[in-house]
């Protein structure tokens, strides 16, 4: 008998942990404040797209994973860019300014291009280091979604027309 609390607090102790991970596994980060200016010099702010969805893509320029999929990102755009979708091509700190803009003017990426030289947005969204990475942005600045490596489609539409989007 000496053994059934001891049993009842490892049963207690599974419980507890058991509530905490799914607690933590339903919180939501939030996108980061920050600021940034395009390819164009245009500053923009990602609360300016609070109550809009938007897709953060990090990517270089000598990334074969990332050309692969620019074409599945413009008809991306496409879309849905029409119904509210924000996307933000984010180049990365080694890349630099002439292959970006070569690469944005070869591939006629239609969407927001940035070059974070300095790498504070990729700090901001948890020190990002692997291209390609994505981060799908709820309308509530909620970060829904994070993806490394090649893009699951099925699951981003899905996403979005939870979010009340629909492939046009």
């Known amino acids: ?6 049993y009842s607090l490892i049963i207690v102790g599974v419980i507890i942990a058991f509530f905490t991970i799914q ?6 980060a939030l996108m980061p404040e920050l600021s940034f200016k395009d390819m164009d ?3 923009h702010s990602l609360a300016d797209y609070k109550g809009k969805p938007i897709l953060v893509i990090f990517w270089a320029t000598d990334c074969p994973g990332c050309i692969a999929e620019m074409p599945e990102l413009i008809t ?8 509210g979708l924000t996307m933000i091509g984010v180049a990365m700190p080694h890349d630099s300014i002439e292959h ?8 006629k990426l239609p969407y927001t291009i940035t070059w974070d030289k300095d790498g504070t947005i990729s700090q901001a969204f948890g020190n990002v280091r692997v291209t390609p990475t994505h981060f799908l942005i709820n309308p509530e600045g909620e970060i829904v979604m ?15 027309k939870e979010m009340g989007l629909n492939k046009g």
Request: no cysteine; net charge positive.
């Open 1 to 6: 008998m000496k053994s059934l609390p001891r």
């Open 23 to 28: 607690n933590l596994m339903t919180q939501q």
């Open 41 to 43: 010099g245009q500053s």
């Open 76 to 83: 991306l755009h496409n879309d849905y860019a029409s119904q």
């Open 100 to 107: 970006i803009q070569t690469m944005r003017a070869n591939k």
């Open 146 to 160: 994070r993806k490394i490596g090649a893009l699951n489609s099925a699951l981003l539409h899905d996403m979005l």
